[in-house]
């Protein structure tokens, strides 16, 4: 923050103090011992107050202001509680105070003023400090609903406090006989339906059966801006950790506002005196003491919407409550395909994403569902949640998830665009990397593991194959090599790697990536080439029933036709044991080669993907040597005087020496490229020279001997 925002801010905490002064001093003289209006000063600070809000010393003067007899007249404090906008929580003693001058009696505010306080509180109340102050003070609250003019206020305060241990007998008796006296009054009747909400079977008659309030937020535009001053707060102080959602109380969509939905809230209506329902939790501490007492709610599917539910039945699971769950979404499934009016996929699908998010599970009954949902979805409303929810998928058998779930949903996404193979190609990445986080946490060998991950590989193989033949762009090749970078630690970890076999890339897709212009293509394809050879060396350490000799030389194949192209210059060469000469035919290396020789280039067609030729490393080649150039001539020894032309050959590198330029050996030049594309991030290539051949990496050694 600047040093003039600092001022600024500091000015503005000093206008509103000295306005809040001026009000105060003028509440303590009658309208004629004042000889002027106080109206402007109260508008100027409920001004100031909307624009930055309070403070809480400031907070608690005003406060203090409006719950003490003073001589301001009525309609300016009604002025100043509409304007009470926290920066900050809100303290229990401000509550306090609140809640100790309601009432009648001389001293105590109008019941107007004591009407917008109530008010305030509903429209605080998700930032109140301790919440718990206003369940302690239940018995002052409820005592006072034979107040007529505060009675609609309360009971929406009321709404939001009530939990079962504050649902008594004699409480239920007082509702319903106000609730006559007063011809059903709406509010007291919403305030009874909480209470029946608790205890379904006691509460009876005609008396929740009349129009009730809904208690929706009393000024959602006031909520806006309090929401925006405590925001602004929360930057100009740098503190910018949000009030962490409480996941420890149940999720209640009638005391929000917010809108209701198909899966039922949390209710238990056959709790005992005994035992513990999820209602009565308020925070951490009552939810680990009660644990093992805590009674299990009416309808579980709320378990999907219910962050406080979902964590009981992950510490106490049980067979029957997942059943129970399970029925329901299984009938609300029906429901969905007979396109019954009240099932909306919609929030179901919402709900679900919420649901597998938290908990990192995916029940069988999810499982039946999408396999009946996928018949009717469009492929378009909700796909980024379709997409989000079915990675959880566990390690099933692989053909039967292919024929209930992954062809349905590829058949419903795929429009003939790269755009669509692609959001396939993601989700089928982020599965492999949720199997791949269930396999580490494995404590014993699976046996069906290695079978699935490797259908799997080589079904999204295919559809790699697809995309780099209808989108040859660098951005599809690093989504492409996103996918088998997530192979590649399958290949490389111990742990994993006995749950698994390795599974290569197509061999066309090894060959086009390869022969991408793109550095980091290049770099990236070698570096997963690298840690499969790895893999492959500790598996047939222990075992080589697993990978017949074919598969072994395709594999081999794809190092010996790289390490000919960028370190041998022996492209398309298949002479050698294991090389597939890049899968060219000989007919048509012949005719390339012919092609190549008839430019006078001076080189011939296996030296044009070496590490100076290469379309993908040729510039960072020759920017190296440019360096070396360019350290000698800072060196100033006088013995260089003539520049390489490019591209670098050992042939160009012996003329160079005699003519009066830089002396470098072939094989240092190649070394020295190798460590130039370390240095800029590229280490793929470096690592697979290094693993294959071993007289690169004798070479190297001794270099790094030599410079220390």
């Known amino acids: 923050m600047s040093g003039y ?339 909306d996929p919609s929030d179901c699908l919402e709900m679900l994403k919420t649901f597998v998010s938290s908990t990192k599970t995916f029940p ?37 998830l292919l024929a209930g779930i992954f062809q349905p949903l590829e058949a419903k996404i795929l429009d003939n665009t790269a755009t669509s193979q692609l959001q396939l190609l993601e989700f089928y990445a982020a599965l492999l990397q949720r199997w791949t986080i269930a396999l580490a946490s494995l404590e014993q060998k699976s046996t069906h593991a290695p079978t699935i991950v490797a259908d799997l590989v080589a079904h999204v193989n295919d559809l790699c194959l697809t995309l ?10 690093s989504r492409i090599l996103d996918f088998y970078e997530l192979t590649a630690v399958l290949a490389t970890d111990q742990k994993l790697l006995i749950h698994t076999r390795i599974m290569i890339p197509a061999s066309p897709l090894v060959y086009i990536l390869h022969f991408s212009s793109s550095p980091a293509t290049l770099s990236r394809l070698c570096a997963i080439l690298s840690k499969y050879k790895g893999g492959f060396q500790k598996a047939m350490a222990t075992s080589r029933s697993e990978y017949t000799p074919e598969y072994i030389n395709e594999f081999n194949g794809f190092l010996m036709d790289i390490c000919n192209c960028l370190w041998r210059s022996r492209a398309f060469n298949n002479n050698d044991v294991n090389s597939h000469g890049c899968l060219v035919s000989r007919s048509l290396a012949e005719d390339l080669a012919s092609y190549v020789n008839s430019l006078n280039m001076g080189g011939s067609l296996p030296s044009l993907f070496s590490l100076s030729y290469s379309p993908a490393l040729g510039l960072s080649a020759i920017s190296y040597f440019r360096e070396l150039e360019d350290e000698e001539l800072e060196r100033g020894t006088g013995g260089f005087s003539t520049r390489h032309a490019g591209p670098v050959t050992r042939a160009s590198l012996h003329t160079l020496a005699n003519n009066g330029g830089l002396r470098v050996g072939w094989d240092d030049y190649r070394l020295g490229v190798l460590s130039y594309l370390e240095r800029k991030g590229m280490t793929g290539v470096g690592e697979l020279m290094y693993n294959t051949m071993t007289n690169v990496m004798r070479r190297r050694s001794t270099m790094m001997a030599e410079s220390t």
């Open 5 to 343: 925002q600092e001022r600024a801010d500091s000015q503005q905490v000093l206008d509103i103090r000295d306005a809040l002064s001026d009000v105060v001093q003028a509440s303590k003289l009658t309208a004629k011992q004042r000889g002027s209006s106080v109206k402007p000063a109260v508008e100027r600070l409920c001004s100031l107050s909307y624009d930055r809000g309070l403070l809480p010393d400031d907070l608690g003067q005003l406060i203090d202001l409006t719950t003490t007899p003073n001589f301001i007249d009525q309609a300016s404090l009604g002025n100043i509680v509409r304007n009470l906008y926290p920066a900050t929580t809100v303290g229990d003693d401000l509550i306090v105070k609140i809640i100790g001058s309601l009432g009648h009696g001389k001293l105590k505010p109008s019941l107007g003023i004591q009407g917008a306080l109530l008010k305030w509180l509903v429209m605080i109340y998700h930032i109140i400090d301790n919440q718990a102050i206003l369940s302690r003070s239940y018995s002052v609250l409820f005592n006072l609903l034979d107040t007529a003019a505060i009675r609609k206020q309360l009971c929406h305060l009321l709404a939001l406090v009530t939990r079962r241990r504050h649902v008594r007998p004699y409480r239920i008796q007082s509702l319903l006989s106000l609730s006559r006296q007063t011809g059903n009054d709406p509010a007291v009747t919403g305030l009874l339906r909480v209470f029946k909400d608790y205890y379904p079977e006691i509460i009876v008659g005609e008396a929740t059966r009349a129009k009730a309030s809904a208690f929706k937020h009393p000024g959602p535009q006031w909520r806006e801006r309090l929401d925006e001053i405590q925001q602004a707060h929360a930057a100009r102080n740098r503190d910018r950790n949000e009030r962490p959602l409480d996941a420890f109380r149940v999720v209640r969509s009638r005391a929000n506002g917010k809108k209701p939905t198909a899966i039922p809230e949390v209710h238990t209506s056959n709790a005992t005196e005994k035992s513990v329902t999820l209602d009565e939790i308020e925070n951490v501490n009552g939810f680990v003491n009660n644990l093992e007492r805590i009674e299990l709610p009416n309808q579980l599917i709320a378990v999907l919407v219910d962050p406080l539910l979902q964590k009981l039945l992950l510490l106490k699971p049980q067979a029957e409550a997942h059943q129970r769950a399970s029925n329901w979404l299984e009938s609300y499934g029906q429901d969905l395909m007979s396109g019954e009016p009240g099932a």
């Open 364 to 400: 069988p009954v999810f499982l039946a569902f999408f396999s009946e949902y996928l018949k009717i979805w469009d492929g378009r409303e909700g796909r980024d949640s379709v997409l989000t929810i079915l990675p959880y998928i566990p390690l099933l058998d692989f053909p039967e």
């Open 468 to 477: 780099v033949q209808t989108s040859p762009s660098a951005s599809t090749h």
